[in-house]
C-alpha cells in the first residue's frame, strides 16, 4: 500500500541544513491504522506530508497504492493528492461561506462534477460520520467536533486509498476527541488505511501499529493484533 524507502528530507535556513528526516524506510499494509508518534521537530509531521504528497523527499523513494510520488511533475502530484490520499488537519480548513454539505463536496467540485452528481454520496457520508442532521449548516454553526466530522466526511469523499490524519484531536477537548478516534476506529474497521501523527498516547493506543521518531529516525515499531483503544 504504501512505501518509503530510505527517505530523507533536508531543509535549508539560510546556510544552516536541517535534517528532518534521516534514512527512513517504512512499509503501511492496506488496511492498517498507523500512529506516528514522537517529540516536536522528531519529523513526524514531515513523514506524513511526504507521504501525503505535500512535499518531496530530498533523496529515497515513495510509493502510495503502487504509484510512485517521488520525482514527478507538481502537475501528477496534485493528481495523486486529490484521488488517492484523504487529508485530516487539526484546524479543520472548511470554508466559512459553504455549508457542510459543499465543504464535503468540495474536492468533486474541483474536478468539475456538478453537486447534482455528487450530493448522494456527501449526504452519505455525513450521515456515515453522525451529520446527517447539519448538511446545511456552515462551520460556524458547528462544534469543533461537528467540524471535524465534516473534515472527516471531506476526507472520504474521493475514495482514498489511504487517510492522513495531523493530529486531527489537537484542538478538541478529551472528549470529543474520544468520539473522533472512534470514529477513526470505526473507518479502519471497515478497511480503511490510516496514518495518524499524534503526540498523545492515548490517542495513538486506538491504532494497530504505532511508529516512534526521534530526530528524524524511526526508533520504535510495534504492532498490536487488535486495537487496544
Not at 57 to 84: A, W
Not at 105 to 119: A, C, N, V
Not at 127 to 149: K, T
Request: proline content about 4%.
Amino acid at each position: 500500500m504504501i512505501e518509503v524507502q530510505n527517505v530523507n528530507k533536508i531543509y535549508h535556513q539560510g546556510e544552516q541544513e536541517i535534517c528532518a528526516l534521516r534514512d527512513v524506510s517504512l512499509k503501511i499494509e492496506k488496511g492498517n491504522f498507523l500512529s506516528i508518534m514522537g517529540p516536536s521537530g522528531s519529523g513526524k509531521s514531515t513523514l506524513l506530508h511526504l507521504i501525503g504528497g505535500l512535499d518531496q523527499p530530498t533523496s529515497g523513494k515513495i510509493f502510495v497504492d503502487g504509484q510512485p510520488i517521488h520525482g514527478i511533475s507538481d502537475n501528477q502530484l496534485t493528481l495523486i493528492r486529490r484521488k488517492r490520499v484523504g487529508f485530516i488537519f487539526q484546524f479543520f480548513n472548511l470554508l466559512p461561506i459553504l455549508n457542510a454539505l459543499e465543504n464535503v463536496s468540495l474536492p468533486l467540485l474541483l474536478d468539475g462534477i456538478p453537486l447534482s452528481r455528487i450530493r448522494e454520496r456527501a449526504v452519505h457520508l455525513l450521515e456515515r460520520v453522525g451529520l446527517g442532521s447539519r448538511i446545511d449548516h456552515r462551520p460556524e454553526q458547528l462544534s469543533g467536533g461537528e467540524m471535524q466530522r465534516v473534515a472527516i466526511a471531506r476526507a472520504l469523499i474521493t475514495d482514498p486509498a489511504v487517510l492522513l490524519a495531523d493530529e486531527p484531536t489537537g484542538n478538541l477537548d478529551s472528549h470529543i476527541s474520544e468520539d473522533i478516534l472512534a470514529l477513526l476506529k470505526s473507518l479502519n474497521q471497515a478497511g480503511q488505511t490510516i496514518v495518524m501523527v499524534t503526540h498523545d498516547p492515548k490517542a495513538a493506543s486506538y491504532g494497530k501499529r504505532v511508529i516512534r521518531l526521534k530526530d528524524g529516525s524511526i526508533t520504535e515499531d510495534i504492532s498490536f493484533s487488535e486495537n487496544v483503544a
